[in-house]
């Protein structure tokens, strides 16, 4: 019946026996990007480096982010072409999970991504683009790192909106009785202000995908229940490390493979609507058994 429920609901359980685990439950992970967070960004910045022009910045970053499937990938590509039209390809595309991308345009090798995948190739970012990136940071945007030929050419950054549901959604997991924690592979500055407009205190940031998981682990080990609310693909070990992983039916398929639950509702008041309904759902069955 609760499963029944749940489908009406737009919560796809995958077996009765997850409704039990969900009792427990104390903790709630919550990814950032693209759980808490619209994950639509927009490209809203771009500077770059002395000597270089802004077009070409913007068209050697656009091109080489056209081969990715990241949200700020997707901004940047976006961006850029409405910018300076039509982008060159990309040779030799390579992802780094969590950290950027690299590949071949118009016979530049092009990193861009964190400024910890910057420092793996042993590139610094120079005053005055760390500058700008620490100003679009404290606006909460996103910043990524254009490098060419072993150099910083510039910095871009992107903008994400929070989902207007999120900070009620919040409240709610609170009133049922769970401690939210905001996990993401953003940066901490841009991460604590996200959580600071949705009501979250703990924050867990600059984590990379393979590290999600662990994160999980240790707050099972502290003794907790955790639930986890993801959509991405490097959300996937973590939702299912979880006791109960939940995943943004607008994610990807590796993350709903990997959950407990899918939310076809994209927003956190569906988390609110799954613990709940598991927990009714219990409290009659437990019922109709004693009586
Ligand atoms: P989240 O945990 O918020 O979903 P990710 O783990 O996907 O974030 O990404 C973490 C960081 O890695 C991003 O904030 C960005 O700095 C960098 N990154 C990831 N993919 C890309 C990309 N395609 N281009 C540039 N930077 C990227
Ligand atoms: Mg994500």
Same mark, same amino acid.
Request: net charge negative; proline share 2%.
């Given at each position: 019946?609760?499963? #029944?429920? !749940?489908?009406?609901?737009?919560? $796809?359980?995958?077996?009765?026996?997850?409704?039990? /685990?969900?009792?427990?439950?104390?903790?709630? &992970? $919550?990814?950032? +990007?693209?759980?808490?967070?619209?994950?639509?960004?927009?490209?809203?910045?771009?500077? /770059?480096?002395? !000597?270089?022009?802004? !077009?070409?910045?913007?068209?050697?970053? #656009?091109?080489?982010? /056209?081969?990715?499937?990241?949200?700020?990938?997707?901004?940047?590509a976006v !961006?850029?072409?409405?910018?300076?039209?039509?982008?060159?390809?990309?040779?030799?595309?390579?992802?780094?999970?969590? +950290?950027?991308?690299?590949?071949?345009?118009?016979?530049?090798?092009?990193?861009?991504?964190?400024?910890?995948?910057?420092?793996?190739?042993?590139?610094?970012?120079?005053?005055?683009?760390? +500058?700008?990136?620490?100003?679009?940071?404290?606006?909460?945007?996103?910043?990524?790192?254009?490098?060419?030929?072993?150099?910083?050419?510039?910095?871009?950054? &992107?903008?994400?909106?929070?989902?207007?549901?999120?900070?009620?959604?919040?409240?709610?997991?609170?009133? $049922?009785?769970?401690?939210?924690?905001?996990?993401?592979?953003?940066? /901490?500055?841009?991460?604590?202000?996200?959580?600071?407009?949705?009501? =979250?205190?703990?924050? =867990?940031?600059?984590?990379?995908?393979?590290?999600?998981?662990? &994160? =999980?682990?240790?707050?099972?080990?502290? #003794?907790?229940?955790?639930?986890?609310?993801?959509?991405? &693909?490097?959300?996937?070990?973590?939702?299912?490390?979880?006791?109960? #992983?939940?995943?943004?039916?607008?994610?990807?398929?590796?993350?709903?493979?990997a959950a407990?639950?899918?939310?076809?509702?994209?927003?956190?008041?569906?988390?609110?609507?799954a613990i709940?309904?598991?927990?009714?759902?219990?409290?009659?069955?437990?019922?109709?058994?004693?009586?």
């Amino acid at each position: 019946v609760g499963t #029944g429920r !749940g489908a009406q609901l737009g919560i $796809l359980i995958k077996g009765p026996e997850i409704l039990e /685990s969900t009792r427990r439950v104390d903790t709630i &992970v $919550l990814d950032k +990007t693209g759980t808490v967070t619209s994950g639509k960004m927009a490209l809203v910045g771009a500077w /770059s480096a002395d !000597g270089v022009s802004r !077009g070409d910045l913007l068209r050697l970053a #656009g091109a080489l982010e /056209s081969a990715s499937e990241h949200p700020i990938a997707r901004a940047l590509a976006v !961006g850029a072409a409405a910018e300076v039209g039509p982008l060159p390809a990309v040779d030799a595309f390579q992802n780094h999970e969590g +950290t950027g991308v690299q590949g071949i345009v118009d016979g530049h090798l092009v990193v861009i991504g964190r400024e910890q995948l910057l420092a793996d190739w042993a590139i610094e970012l120079g005053e005055e683009l760390a +500058t700008r990136t620490r100003e679009a940071e404290a606006l909460g945007q996103t910043t990524v790192i254009v490098a060419w030929d072993g150099e910083a050419r510039g910095v871009l950054s &992107v903008a994400d909106t929070i989902k207007p549901t999120s900070e009620r959604a919040i409240a709610e997991l609170r009133r $049922l009785g769970l401690a939210p924690v905001l996990l993401t592979g953003d940066n /901490s500055t841009v991460a604590k202000q996200v959580a600071a407009a949705v009501g =979250i205190d703990e924050v =867990i940031a600059e984590v990379l995908p393979q590290e999600k998981v662990d &994160v =999980i682990r240790r707050l099972q080990g502290e #003794g907790r229940v955790v639930a986890m609310v993801g959509d991405g &693909v490097n959300d996937a070990a973590a939702l299912a490390q979880a006791d109960l #992983g939940l995943a943004m039916g607008t994610g990807s398929d590796i993350a709903i493979e990997a959950a407990d639950v899918t939310l076809v509702r994209d927003d956190l008041l569906a988390a609110v609507d799954a613990i709940r309904l598991s927990r009714r759902t219990l409290g009659t069955i437990k019922g109709n058994l004693f009586w």
